[in-house]
């Protein structure tokens, strides 16, 4: 089994208020797969999934956030 290696991802915050505990993050970079016999390959972020995440800050901590609406 290889590895994923995300240590080229840049997050930039694209909206924070802090009264609402709301932030929206944008990802951009690469991510690089290992192969078990040393071949890697180079991936643009975004199709491995969204390139941005929604979080709340629930119980003073951040955590992604899955419902639409919030």
């Known amino acids: ?3 994923i290696d995300m240590s080229q991802l840049y997050y930039e ?3 924070y208020d802090a009264k609402l505990g709301r932030a929206v993050v ?3 970079g ?3 797969v290992k192969s078990p016999n040393g071949q890697n390959a ?3 972020y975004r199709r491995f ?3 941005w995440l929604r979080l709340i800050k ?3 901590e951040w955590k992604l956030c899955h419902n639409l609406n919030s």
């Open 30 to 32: 690469n991510v690089i």
């Open 13 to 15: 915050t694209k909206y």
């Open 58 to 60: 629930e119980n003073n």
């Open 26 to 28: 944008a990802i951009t």
């Open 49 to 51: 999934g969204r390139d």
């Open 42 to 44: 180079l991936f643009p």
């Open 1 to 3: 089994m290889g590895s």
